[in-house]
């Protein structure tokens, strides 16, 4: 065997122990990380507010439009939409709609009013909403995951793209009573980095089994000053956030 093969060979076998030793975890302990850092990622201290627009194309119906706003802290949302005005509030895994004057309890997938926009749409990711997560594909950019809801939902799998830079979902697939049946699917847009969170100015859904199609482009404020009481005061205590005329 001439000398330069031996250390071809030799140099082929070490590379190939240094690649084994580099190899990254098994996908369960990796995806476990990257979902907790995607879920930290969306979280902030410092407050953040859009105004947005609503646009929903209503087969046979035309165009609905819509005004609204949001804010954020931490894990607390609140959001504003429509008039007469509907109002959501999440804190953590509760989320709060408020409907004839009275606070109804565990709203996340009810309608915003006559929208078709459920509160869900604007929390931020968390990773105990899946049950036995798993990695359905993955590419260098993204990391497409499915998992049955943990809690209850209209949704027996939910599936997110997952931006591994950005470290946020921006597609969700929502399957309605099989695996096999979707019946929703979010596109998040337009990413622009507010304060330390990427965020989007375009959320696009589209809801199949009936039909429609709502854009909602945001406009964000960073840091901006809530009032008091937002997050946990009572129905008579809330003012309205959004601009007025």
């Known amino acids: 065997m001439s000398r330069l093969l031996v ?3 030799v140099a082929t076998v070490l590379a190939a122990g240094a690649f084994l030793a580099a190899a990254p975890p098994s996908p369960a302990v ?10 930290n990622a969306g979280q902030s201290a410092a407050p953040a507010r859009a105004e947005f627009r609503v646009q929903v194309q209503v087969p046979g119906a035309g165009e609905r439009r ?9 894990t607390d949302v609140y959001v504003e939409i429509g008039e007469p005005v509907v109002r959501a509030r999440m ?18 997938y009810d309608a915003l009013g006559d929208t078709t926009l459920i509160a869900d749409d604007f929390r931020p990711f968390r990773v105990d909403t899946l049950k036995t997560p798993q990695i359905v594909s993955e590419t260098r950019q993204t990391v497409l995951v ?22 946020r979902p921006v597609r969700t697939q ?10 929703r699917m979010r ?9 330390t969170v990427w965020r989007p100015r375009k959320i696009e859904v589209e809801d199949f089994s009936a039909g429609t199609s709502t854009t909602v482009e ?16 009572g129905a008579g205590a809330l003012p309205t956030l959004r601009k007025q005329p």
Do not use: C
Request: glycine letters at 12%; zero cysteines; hydrophobic letters at 40%.
């Open 7 to 9: 250390t071809t060979t």
């Open 30 to 39: 990796e995806l476990s990380t990257l979902l907790a850092e995607v879920e």
């Open 66 to 74: 819509y005004d609204g706003v949001a804010a954020y802290a931490g």
């Open 91 to 108: 804190r953590g895994a509760e989320t709060d709609l408020l409907v004839g004057g009275e606070w109804k309890r565990g709203a996340a």
């Open 146 to 167: 499915s998992g049955a809801p943990a809690e209850p939902s209209p949704w027996v799998l939910v599936v997110h793209l997952l931006d591994r830079e950005k470290l």
């Open 174 to 183: 929502y399957y309605e009573r099989t695996i096999n049946n979707m019946v």
């Open 187 to 195: 596109r998040d847009g337009e990413l622009v980095r507010v304060g």
């Open 218 to 233: 945001l406009d964000w404020q960073p840091s901006p000053t809530l009032p008091p009481g937002l997050f946990d005061g």
